[in-house]
């Protein structure tokens, strides 16, 4: 039982297409995760990246295929629906407690910018999960610790700077205690040296083995935090491979051309 459960990748993408109207933005897409991955996403704008991530939150439901979680039991269907294991249909409550366990954090924060630290790191615990509030600042204390951010804890986030901002919204992703985080561009909005922090944080979750999808346009930063790099657009991944060999030997030009606008620009 145990062998067969290890040898199951952590994510399986299946087949996936999503259309918005005429433009089918993920045309047939397959992809698989181990346990502990970190896995770099890079591809020209438009290419589906965030299409791709809102999918594997349960965010956007999509028309045809499979996403299934192996640790979580679960596995989302077309149109928003989800089968559990034991092959019945889930329901609202599946899709809730599957999204509890994955972590989003958006290029633009989202956090509730006239309350604090604190209380935009606790609503979802204490609402979502129902955690003892105490418990839920006690969890939000540690992390800020870790990250630097304790004495931030009672400023309002339109008091922080962008980078704070964004270490702040990771840190309510852990919150929840996610089995996978997914980053779509956290640090484009920021300039290079509050980026910095953002990437470094992002890197020692990677280091603690947190499973991690990370759309970026930083491609040094990923070749150093990646195990794996795709490469996406028309729907679907054009080239998945180690760092190393992306950059190396892009498997068209078209891939090359990106890599070299990707380090221009970066
Ligand atoms: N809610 C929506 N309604 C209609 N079209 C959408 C919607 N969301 C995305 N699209 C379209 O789907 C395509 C893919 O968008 P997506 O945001 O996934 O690209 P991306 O790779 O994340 O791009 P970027 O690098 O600019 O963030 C685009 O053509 C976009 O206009
Ligand atoms: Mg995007």
């Known amino acids: 039982m145990e062998n067969t459960q290890n040898k199951r990748p952590f994510l399986k993408v299946a087949d996936v297409s999503k259309s918005f109207g005429e433009v089918r933005v993920l045309d047939g897409l397959n992809l698989e995760l181990a346990g502990g991955e970190i896995l770099g996403v890079i ?4 290419g589906g990246k965030t299409t791709l991530l809102r999918c594997l939150d349960l965010l956007e439901p999509f028309d045809a295929g499979t996403i299934e979680y192996a640790t979580l039991d679960a596995k989302a269907l077309p149109n928003g629906r989800i089968s559990k294991g034991s ?9 809730v407690a599957l999204r509890q366990q994955i972590g989003f954090v958006f290029q633009t924060f ?3 910018g006239d ?5 935009n790191l606790t609503l979802a615990p204490c609402v979502v999960k129902r ?16 990250f630097g951010l304790s004495e931030k804890r009672e ?30 561009e956290v640090t484009s909005a920021l300039d290079p040296v509050l980026a910095y922090d953002v990437l470094q944080m992002i890197k020692a979750l990677s280091e603690e083995g947190l499973t991690m999808i990370v759309v ?12 794996r790099i795709a490469y996406l657009n028309d729907g679907a991944i054009q080239q ?5 060999r992306i950059i190396k030997s892009p498997r068209n030009e078209e891939i090359a051309n990106f890599l070299n606008i990707l380090r221009v620009a970066g």
């Open 155 to 184: 400023n309002r986030i339109w008091q922080l700077s962008g980078g704070q901002r964004q270490r702040v919204a990771i840190i309510r992703a852990l919150m929840m205690e996610p089995q996978i985080l997914l980053c779509d």
């Open 43 to 46: 591809g020209p704008s438009g």
């Open 87 to 95: 092959g019945e249909d889930g329901g609202e409550a599946t899709t």
């Open 216 to 227: 970026t346009h930083h491609v040094d930063f990923a070749a150093t935090l990646c195990d």
């Open 115 to 119: 309350r604090t630290v604190l209380q």
């Open 110 to 112: 989202n956090l509730w």
């Open 240 to 244: 998945i491979d180690t760092p190393e």
């Open 131 to 146: 955690t003892d509030r105490a418990e839920a600042e006690a969890i939000a204390e540690r992390l800020l610790a870790k």
